[in-house]
């Protein structure tokens, strides 16, 4: 009975000393960190846990895929851990995540993620079901930024049974900066047994377009207006001859040349002499008669 009194006096002790969880702001822009599920030959389960800083640096955005979660022992946990993994022990993740001493007496209540356990993501965001399980969201209780309370970074995923049995686990490594890497849904193999998972990069988001671009339906394109044609452009002009120099007077009427006017002047007067010379000889010739 004394046991059990100390145990709830500590419980209570604990939780009127636990604080509410801030929202984190200012994380770093571009900062990702990814916990890949291991191959173990004991565990069918697969997958990957993504957590990256948000745009506006509030929070993070989680992704989970997970695939070959067992048959039986769900509804399945995930949860951050404050230790990394020490090879494929999972027990020595440590505990949950717990920056600000919610502990996970009581359960979390996902209507106030504030009051939970900072890595208790399950019990914020909803528990998994087999035989796979994807989800994508926003926490805004943890962190990208190194030092602080809430970080991540270097942490590990714990996936438990209902029993809080730890069936595998994974340590967060940083992926990348400025790139946003996107976890598919995980999906098993043919055999059922071995489950896969896909990592694909999304390119940068495209630039706004500007505001009178966005007032607009992007179907619709519009034509900048042109001039109007010239009415020389409508009809082509019609082609005017070359001027030609205006014949002279003189091309009408060509006069002799001056050798041929000097030549017709000669004949002519050879004509009169001749005639002149024949009138005098038939002259003499009468004269003579008379005589």
Known sequence: MRSFALVLGLSALSFAFAEDAPVVEDNPIGMQ????????????????????????????????????????????????????????????????????????????????PDKCEVGDLSG??????????AANYVDAYISTAEGTPAFVGNLSVVVHAADKTRLTCANFKLQSVNIVTTLSPAEPTADGITATFTIGTTPPEPTEPSSESSDRDSSETTLEPTEAPSETNDEPPEATPEPTEAPSETNDENPPEATTSTVTVEAMADKVFGAAAGVLGGAMGLAALLV
């Open 33 to 112: 960190y990814i916990a890949i599920l291991p191959d173990k030959s004991d565990s069918a389960i697969r997958g990957a846990v993504a957590v990256n800083s948000n745009a506006n640096g509030t929070g993070a955005n989680v992704q989970i895929s997970i695939s070959g979660l067992p048959d039986k022992g769900g509804p399945f946990t995930y949860h951050i851990h404050k230790c990394p993994v020490a090879g494929l022990n999972c027990t020595t993740a440590g505990s949950h995540l717990d920056p600000y001493g919610a502990t996970d007496t009581p359960p979390c209540d996902p209507s106030q």
């Open 124 to 133: 914020k965001h909803g528990k998994m079901n087999g035989p796979s399980f």
